[in-house]
């Protein structure tokens, strides 16, 4: 199946700086890639995400981008606001086909005041 | 739209007893997903239904796990014989039906279950 790895674990950054956050997977053939925010105690709500026919996406603080020779997506936030502290899931979907994710093991960020 | 329903909210068991965790879709979604996710750690795949058929289950434990999404009501996670190692929240998802191979659609999360195994 998929594996799907993400990097780093925990990132602390300034009220007002950007954050960015990595993942890799492994099967070239997966073609979605969805980012989950997590809140303490909440539901992971999908945030962005991006199909492999495109490179990057943005949607106002937040930006998407696939290297899909490289075979990794990175999370870009910038002018990080406190309420962006949370826990943040990359994924992909698994080898073979069907609507199930592989999940990275999550980045807590913390946004500094 | 209420979104994904998912009772109980919190669980209390004894090892040895049974689990039921209920997930109800968001509306005109056909697809049920299971994840569950240990103390900070990612969410693992358990299955994959749609009403009255498992599609993927290779994610669930050989045994005590099972799964259905019955023709009316909710999708059931059930956990027979629950041992310490089963605390954990269990997440439920639902999509709209996937179009075929390679085709994805946005799976929404409900509140999860969180279970602890006394």
């Known amino acids: 199946g998929e594996n799907v790895e993400q990097h780093p674990s925990t990132l602390s950054v300034q009220e007002g700086d950007s954050a960015v956050i990595k993942c890799t997977y492994s099967?070239?053939?997966?073609?979605?890639f969805p980012w989950y925010k997590q809140e303490l105690g909440k539901r992971p709500q999908l945030i962005i995400d991006i199909r492999s026919n495109v490179g990057e996406k943005k949607d106002q603080r937040i930006a998407v981008t696939l290297n899909k020779t490289a075979k990794h997506f990175s999370l870009h936030i910038t002018e990080t606001q406190p309420e962006d502290s949370a826990v943040y899931f990359c994924a992909a979907p698994f080898t073979g086909g069907g609507n199930k994710l592989t999940f990275g093991t999550g980045t807590q960020l913390k946004v500094e005041l | 739209n209420a979104g994904v329903m998912q009772n109980p909210r919190h669980l209390v068991r004894r090892r040895g007893q049974e689990a039921r965790l209920r997930c109800s879709p968001m509306k005109g979604h056909s697809h049920v997903y299971w994840y569950r996710q240990l103390p900070e750690e990612g969410l693992k795949f358990m299955v994959y239904?749609?009403?009255?058929?498992?599609?993927?289950e290779s994610g669930m434990p050989k045994e005590r796990f099972s799964a259905e999404f019955p023709k009316e009501g909710p999708s059931i996670l059930r956990i027979q014989q629950v041992v310490r190692g089963d605390s954990a929240a269990y997440f439920c998802?639902?999509?709209?039906?996937?179009?075929?191979?390679?085709?994805?659609?946005?799976?929404?999360f409900g509140p999860g279950t969180r279970l602890t195994v006394l």
């Open positions: 099967d070239s053939a997966s073609n979605y």
């Open positions: 998802a639902s999509s709209e039906m996937v179009a075929g191979v390679g085709s994805y659609n946005e799976q929404f």
């Open positions: 239904l749609q009403k009255e058929n498992i599609i993927d």
